[in-house]
T-cell receptor, first 113, second 114 residues
């Protein structure tokens, strides 16, 4: 997962917007993903974006993709305490006829009142 | 659907013992993945199966680790003998038609080897 890089921590105040950034390395990646992991649980798919898109919006979530710079971001509007979790960026890379996911180390989002 | 089911949720074992982790994927999913999560290395892909056949096991750390998928509804990850450095959370995930459609993770097995 070292080729997908994320900052390890982000702290925001409740009600503010959170922006979690990610850089990836493989320009052939077709899909990029954001997963959320709550304490003691597995990863949950939040959203994904196809590589020919620049932006995708889903309620409070906005994903921006800059393919030229291989940069992906996740914006959470009106961040709530329930959004506190670890957020993983992932890219799918072609391998042996399939696509293999590579995950970043995860960004711990801490939301404080 | 109950999702991906892993058992046990927690396992504490002594060094040298055999450990078997179990996974039941979502019905109809044709891909199954085993991951290991640690603070030091993050999330590592160990092995994945397509239609019960192991496709890539290059992530398996050493010969002490083995995985099987005898049928579409069951997979095991075995560590024999276990070592303290194997302590981690092991996740199973499954998907339909591969990763591009995203996939579903189980809740994980927290393994502690003492």
């Amino acid at each position: 997962g070292e080729d997908v890089e994320q900052s390890l921590f982000l702290s925001v105040r409740e009600g503010d917007s959170s922006v979690i950034n990610c850089t990836y390395t493989d320009s052939s990646s077709t899909y990029l993903y954001w997963y959320k992991q709550e304490p003691g649980a597995g990863l949950q798919l939040l959203t994904y974006i196809f590589s020919n898109m620049d932006m995708k919006q889903d309620q409070r979530l906005t994903v921006l993709l800059n393919k030229k710079d291989k940069h992906l971001s996740l914006r959470i509007a009106d961040t709530q305490t329930g959004d506190s979790a670890i957020y993983f960026c992932a890219e799918s890379r072609p391998s042996g006829g399939s696509y293999i996911p590579t995950f970043g180390r995860g960004t711990s989002l801490i939301v404080h009142p | 659907d109950a999702g991906v089911i892993q058992s046990p949720r927690h396992e504490v074992t002594e060094m040298g013992q055999e450990v078997t982790l179990r996974c039941k994927p979502i019905s109809g999913h044709d891909y199954l993945f085993w991951y290991r999560q640690t603070m030091m290395r993050g999330l590592e892909l160990l092995i994945y199966f397509n239609n019960n056949v192991p496709i890539d096991d290059s992530g398996m750390p050493e010969d002490r680790f083995s995985a099987k998928m005898p049928n579409a509804s069951f997979s095991t990850l075995k560590i024999q003998p276990s070592e303290p450095r194997d302590s981690a959370v092991y996740f199973c995930a499954s998907s339909f038609k591969g990763f591009n459609y995203g996939y579903t993770f189980g809740s994980g097995t927290r393994l502690t080897v003492v």
